[in-house]
């Protein structure tokens, strides 16, 4: 085996152990760091609307499951945060709009509209939540983003839990593999990377 090929089984190796480090992250992700059952708020982590500015079926899931636990009581209020990171739509302002349209009062909805990524939507939901004296939040959002939200949450020092959004129609196999999938490419990335690159300073 020549040079060319001692490298590329290297590689391989090294993405093979990377993913499987993040595979494994993800397994061990916590859920929560209290008992608690109430809350201070319900922050719900952005995901884009459609080019139109509508809420995808996404959104709409973790919209709706923020909007249920608000209504049993779970906390007294909804932080919405998501900035246009992905069109020119800002994904905390469409939230809030979604959760007003199913009867939330707007006193009741915070909109954080600046983060473009998890760690900016925990660290600048928590530094608005530090702004009024809140110190726990139930953090809502679809199944395979929340592992590493919980990784992130943990390095804040708030009490909170995660909070599963189920989705409002069916999902393939194929799009719950492909989700994971990229969940996990951007756990590693977290692992290796982002978590030092973008240090949240409450």
């Known amino acids: 085996m020549g040079w060319r090929g001692r490298t590329a089984l290297a590689c391989a190796g090294v993405a093979a152990f990377l993913l499987g480090t993040g595979a494994v992250a993800r397994l061990a992700a916590p859920v929560s ?41 779970v906390a007294p209020r909804l932080i919405m945060s998501g900035g246009a990171a992905h069109n020119e739509f800002v994904e905390a302002r469409v939230m809030a709009r979604t959760a007003e349209a199913e009867g939330i009062p707007e006193t009741a909805i915070l909109v954080e509209p600046q983060a473009r990524d998890t760690i900016q939507n925990a660290c600048y939901s928590w530094q608005m939540m530090q702004a009024h004296g809140w110190q726990s939040a139930e953090v809502v959002s679809n199944p395979a983003h929340l592992p590493r939200a919980a990784m992130i949450l943990s390095r804040l020092p708030m009490e909170w839990r995660t909070h599963t959004a189920p989705p409002v129609e069916p999902e393939s196999a194929a799009y719950r593999w492909a989700a994971s999938s990229v969940e996990v490419l951007k756990t590693v990335r977290y ?10 300073a409450p």
């Open 33 to 73: 760091n209290t008992q608690r059952t109430r809350f201070d708020a319900i922050l719900v982590l952005g995901t884009p609307a459609d080019g139109d500015g509508n809420p995808t079926p996404e959104m709409l899931a973790r919209v709706n499951e923020g909007v249920r636990e608000y209504e049993r009581g």
């Open 191 to 200: 692992l290796v990377w982002t978590r030092w690159s973008e240090p949240c």
